[in-house]
């Protein structure tokens, strides 16, 4: 495994311009490929982008974002440390939480809880922001609709819809999807 930490001291190109990053990220590609290897780039979010996607924060050209087959976001959001993770090929995980583990002689992330809302409250899972929308509407919601409202992935958005229909929370019909009381 190749790891490039923190891509911004190995290389003297302007991370804004996509022609000067995909040339970089061409050859690493070209690198991975010839030595059957792994490419981990660890690059940091723009100031001020806290709220905003992973992919959405990173500073620079979106072709480091589109370079990741998976791409994994740690962020810390009050007291906590979540992991957001994205996969080109697979549903991804959001606010996974974390905690830096001493465990001698070395220090580790470990997942501390796994639960439908942060353990200070203060920010709704994925599945509780689509139900909050849901709730909220006065007529049945599209996926598209749902999408923009929750600032999802269409395939994270899909995959909640799935869990809440099959669950009874929500019904499927022509127009949309809306909650059941």
């Keep these: 495994m190749l790891s490039l930490d923190p891509l911004v001291r190995l290389h003297a190109i302007d991370e804004n311009v996509a022609g000067q990053v995909a040339p970089l990220l061409g050859y690493l590609r070209s690198l991975q490929r010839e030595f059957h290897t792994g490419v981990v780039i660890a ?3 723009r100031k001020g982008a806290a709220h905003e996607r992973g992919g959405q924060a990173r500073r620079g050209s979106s072709d480091l974002h589109a370079f990741g087959d998976s791409n994994l976001y740690l962020r810390r959001h009050a007291k906590g440390l979540y992991l957001d ?3 080109r090929a697979a549903p991804g995980t959001d606010r996974l939480p974390l905690a830096l583990v001493a465990n001698p002689p070395a220090l580790a992330l470990e997942v501390v809880q796994q639960s439908l809302r ?5 920010q709704p899972s994925s599945l509780e922001r689509i139900e909050e929308v849901l709730a909220a509407a ?3 919601v599209t996926q598209r609709q749902l999408r923009q409202a929750v600032h999802m992935r269409a395939s994270h958005v899909a995959d909640i819809l799935v869990q809440l229909v099959a669950s009874g929370r929500v019904s499927r019909c022509a127009d949309g999807y809306r909650l059941n009381s």
């Design 43 to 45: 690059h940091h979010a």
């Design 85 to 87: 993770i994205e996969h």
């Design 118 to 122: 942060s353990p200070d409250h203060s």
């Design 138 to 140: 006065t007529e049945p």
